[in-house]
């Protein structure tokens, strides 16, 4: 009989006799003996029937409490001495040389161009002499990634020792950012970041300008662009894999390039110039030199024709202190505005413009940030521009799966997300959007009396 059925049959036998009447809690720790009796009983029946659960591997290993000392420093020792193997496993400079020399004794005639090739048959041999670490490098699925075109079945010795360069500078970097990992868990916080960035400075050329009171200013602004990309839904930490996969790592160590070219720097988020253009665009922007910016201080960012219904929305949904925006939220400010098309920035606006924290934007909600740009027209002496001529354009840019409603993705699917931001908190950039044909035009003109000349 089921142990259920049992147990409540019992306690549903009325108490009968001269017995004196049970109180309350009696009857209580009653049930609870008999249901431990009775359970025990039914479990131990079963017993045999959950041997196959002991087979099952352990899974989870709970991370050590603030308390467990000695368990929390096991666990740092044992990952340190892991990374160190790891490490250890990897290509140093003498191997990478000596794998360079194989494959060039062993290119496969005839060149193309200066280009030396190897076929699949040296391509194996160059595996078994290069040694156990290279093994991992020498099989038919990485040689038919790089076989393209050849007519004879080669693949370039070049590309092949790039691809091998590239992945031993992978596992590094990968080494390099866990050892900042204090949690162990796979992904960085921002003070583990931050530390990362600022032990890497003295080892960029590029940043051997910068005095160290600016250390911290540049640490955050090069932290910030990390976080404002890779964690959207700003939890605080990101994943190595994704520090990894991302181009942002490359643009900061190509700082170590002496050489680098003006262009490049002024392109490059991290180097100097870029930190220090936006630092002291943060600084002209504080005109009472208290360290933060008012939307005052804020309305003079860039051309000054923002509209004050986008910057109300700025410092209603961002970061503030007593009303004033600090230098880490300017950061995100300026990353949003600068990278329009990219989908975190559109993200970044978007939560601006919806107003109703609906997850779309409606017609309402266009016309409450157009009438703003109306508005500045009039003050400037510009005609006006019908709302619904405005409103009818923006959908047909952006095509919404709604008709009348346009989501967060219907703007990224666009490509036009950066035009349709820009038309609604910016009059210069609808401006220049209204006038974008004349300005072609012009353009052209320029170019044609150039050639001429």
Request: charged share 30%.
């Amino acid at each position: 009989m089921d142990w259920k059925e049992i147990l409540r049959r019992r306690l549903a036998t009325p108490n009968t006799g001269t017995h004196k009447k049970k109180s309350e809690q009696e009857l209580k720790d009653e049930e609870m003996d008999l249901f431990t009796k009775y359970y025990s009983e039914w479990k131990g029946d079963r017993k045999n029937t959950n041997e196959f659960y002991k087979t099952i591997p352990r899974f989870y290993y709970r991370l050590p409490a603030e308390d467990e000392v000695l368990l929390q420093k096991l666990r740092e020792e044992s990952r340190a001495v892991f990374l160190q193997r790891k490490s250890r496993e990897l290509l140093d400079n003498e191997e990478l040389q000596n794998l360079w020399f194989l494959l060039d004794k062993h290119q496969t005639p005839p060149m193309i161009g200066e280009e030396a090739m190897i076929n699949y048959e040296n391509f194996l041999k160059v595996g078994e002499k290069a040694g156990p670490k290279c093994k991992q490098f020498f099989t038919a699925k990485v040689f038919a990634k790089l076989l393209h075109t050849d007519s004879y079945g080669r693949i370039s010795i070049m590309q092949f020792f790039n691809y091998v360069m590239r992945k031993v500078w992978l596992h590094q970097t990968r080494i390099g950012l866990s050892l900042y990992d204090v949690a162990g868990q796979g992904y960085l916080r921002e003070s583990d970041l931050e530390n990362y960035i600022l032990e890497l400075i003295p080892t960029l050329p590029q940043l051997d300008g910068l005095e160290k009171s600016f250390y911290s200013f540049y640490v955050c602004t090069a932290v910030r662009k990390f976080f404002f990309f890779l964690d959207p839904l700003r939890t605080g930490k990101i994943k190595i894999q994704d520090i990894l996969a991302c181009s942002f790592l490359d643009d900061l160590l190509e700082l170590r390039d002496e050489e680098l070219s003006k262009e490049s720097q002024e392109t490059n988020w991290f180097s100097a110039p870029s930190a220090l253009r936006v630092y002291g665009q943060y600084l002209n922007l504080d005109k009472d030199h208290n360290g933060m910016l008012s939307k005052e201080e804020l309305s003079r960012y860039g051309t000054a024709t923002m509209t004050n219904v986008f910057l109300d929305r700025v410092f209603q949904e961002c970061l503030t202190y007593d009303g004033e925006m600090d230098y880490k939220t300017y950061l995100d400010f300026v990353l949003a505005l600068e990278n329009r098309k990219e989908p975190a920035a559109l993200q970044y606006i978007f939560k601006l413009l919806d107003i109703e924290n609906k997850g779309y934007l409606n017609v309402f909600s266009l016309n409450y940030f157009f009438r703003a740009i109306q508005e500045l027209m009039k003050i400037h002496g510009q005609d006006p521009v019908s709302f619904q001529d405005v409103k009818d354009e923006i959908f047909d840019m952006v095509k919404p799966k709604d008709p009348l409603k346009i989501s967060l993705q219907d703007l990224i699917n666009s490509n036009q997300g950066d035009t349709v931001t820009t038309i609604l908190i910016d009059l210069n950039g609808f401006w220049t959007y209204e006038n974008r044909e004349a300005l072609v035009a012009n353009d052209n003109e320029n170019s044609a009396d150039l050639d001429d000349t």
